[in-house]
């Protein structure tokens, strides 16, 4: 009976070409990379929150959150990004259509973040000024990438 009424609201959902989540083939990738995205920015709020001495500087905490963002950069690919899955044509996603016609581009951003993160990985864990010094590159290699690939949030 459930099955039914799933399917049946399915139909409904595809006769007046909506975009819901349920039906919406591309909403795990979305999702996933949101997710990705999302922790990124938290570990790198950590370290900016320490680079505007909002915080006190803690070489531990520093390090790991650098260290969760060259992990999380090493994960991005291609497979979080399925053809299709842009802005205005999947639920909740914000990306270009660039993402899929500039790909090259689009995965040597990829490239470009994994060496910055690799480097302020080491900044980050080695003292205050380091990490300060090191806030440009990481920050930069996130911005380059929205900057052509991401759709404002109006
Ligand atoms: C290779 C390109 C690329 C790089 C590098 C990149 N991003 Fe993104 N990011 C995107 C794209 C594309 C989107 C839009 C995804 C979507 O909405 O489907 C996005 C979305 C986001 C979002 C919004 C997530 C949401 O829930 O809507 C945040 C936050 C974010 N990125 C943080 C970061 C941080 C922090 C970094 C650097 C540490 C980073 N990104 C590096 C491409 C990138």
């Known amino acids: 009976m459930r099955r039914l009424l799933l ?3 399915a139909g409904a ?3 007046s070409g909506a ?3 349920e039906e919406d083939p591309f909403a795990d990738a979305v999702e996933m990379r949101h997710g990705l995205m999302l922790q990124m920015a938290t570990d790198l709020g950590k370290v900016g929150a320490m680079a505007k001495d909002e915080v006190p500087y803690d070489a531990a ?3 790991k959150a650098a260290a969760n963002i060259a992990a999380i950069a090493s994960v991005l690919s291609m ?3 399925p053809a299709g899955s842009e802005y205005q044509k999947s639920a909740d996603s914000f990306a270009l ?3 899929w016609t500039a790909q090259d581009d689009f995965l040597q951003k990829i490239a470009d973040l994994n060496t910055a993160a ?3 990985q080491t900044a980050a864990a080695t003292d ?3 990490l300060k010094a090191g806030m440009g590159g990481i920050g930069g290699a996130c911005s380059a990438c929205h900057k052509a690939y991401r759709q404002p949030e109006e």
């Open 7 to 9: 399917i049946a609201a």
């Open 13 to 15: 959902v595809l006769a």
């Open 19 to 21: 975009i819901a989540q």
């Open 61 to 63: 905490v520093a390090g």
């Open 79 to 81: 497979d979080q990004f």
């Open 97 to 99: 259509p660039a993402v």
């Open 118 to 120: 690799a480097a302020f």
């Open 128 to 130: 205050l000024d380091s």
